[in-house]
């Protein structure tokens, strides 16, 4: 059975590109992230060049997976960042990133975030509030920054197709300034000296179940600055979705970029793909501690929750589970369930799943991407470990350790 090209069966054991998962989680105990770079490098060079005809750059999204492993893997594949925070511009500008490849985004950056981020020469800022083109203004003249380019974000007021917590570029969500405010804000550059209004920014959510509403808020967008011909940078977001379940497909990446080549012809296109380039090339490694029959129910329950895994409880989202050792035989219907007090920590419910016992070990898929990213000491639980296997796929290593019971009460006074 071949689920991705790196992680798969090899006979019996599901290994993530040559390494046998098993080993790794035996050597680095559970529950652990364990990621693919060969995995990440084609996702980010598979998107490349779907995008290639638009010349599109892609900045990976530091939000889904700040490990810096896999940002220096990304750095040195050509790729920019788009950060959230001053905590994302660090990691990435310590994977060797320079500013001017970082775009800056966020609805609610702080003066202190916008002072910092001018600094360090970040090259875009993505700008969801008037008041922060002031504050971008009066950093850049105090940091003695001639121009500072900027792309206004747009919420174009259309209903994504994903989660309601995954959508974010209709009417009532938070995010994005509405055409009729970016017209005054463009109507009024004058006042902002240091800011070269030379872009625009999209972004209507994430893991977007098809194309249409994003080439309508596309449509939108260029009604918007075609008065403005000096915008010559779209920004089109991030959003790209990846297949959760063995049997789903999502919307084709060539036939969206088709719809999109001639609407974005002559503009430069910026991407900020997270998700499609690092979600299915992690996978986190858990073992049974019980199995609990009763009610008529069985209960895997696993030294994986929701404090390692948040989106199974938060989104509703539903990943994959594959024992570590293939078994044949019967299968049971299974809840799978972490060790926090919550009753939302089920990491799967109703799954056919072989028949584990304690001590067996298994893997959550597609889990690279808004998972250890999210990860939580709720319940005081340290946070896992996380381990990458080599672009050559033979050799891995634990690139972050695991948190220790003694690093919790560090900043209690
Ligand atoms: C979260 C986010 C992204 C990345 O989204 P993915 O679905 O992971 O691709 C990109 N841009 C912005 C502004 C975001 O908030």
Redesign the pocket.
Known sequence: MVLNSSIRYATDSLCIDEVDIDAIARETGTPVYIYSLKRVLENYRRLRSAFARLGARVHF?V??NGSLAILRALNEAGAGF?C?SSGEITLALEAGARGKDIVF??VGKTRAEINFAVSKGIGWF?VENVLELRYINEAAAEAGVDTIGVAP?LNPQVEAKTHPY?A?GHGAAK?GLTADVIREVLASQAQYPRINFAGI?L?I????GDNEATLSAVDKLLDLIRPWPQIRKINL?????VAYRFDETIPSLGDFVEALAPRLDGYEVLL??????VADAGVLAAEVLYVKRQAGQVFYIVDASMAEMIRPALYGAHHEILPLRKTEGDMVKAHVVGPVCESADVLARDRKLPLLREGDRVALLTAG??GMAMASNYNARPRPAEAVVAESGDRWRVSRRREMISDLPGLEL
Request: aromatic share 6%; proline share 6%; hydrophobic share 25%.
């Open positions: 999204s939000k889904s788009d959230v985004a966020g993505n974000r995954m974010t995010f920014h972004h959510g994430s893991q977007l977001g991030g959003g790209l979705p900020e793909p997270g998700r499609s380039i991407a808004y």
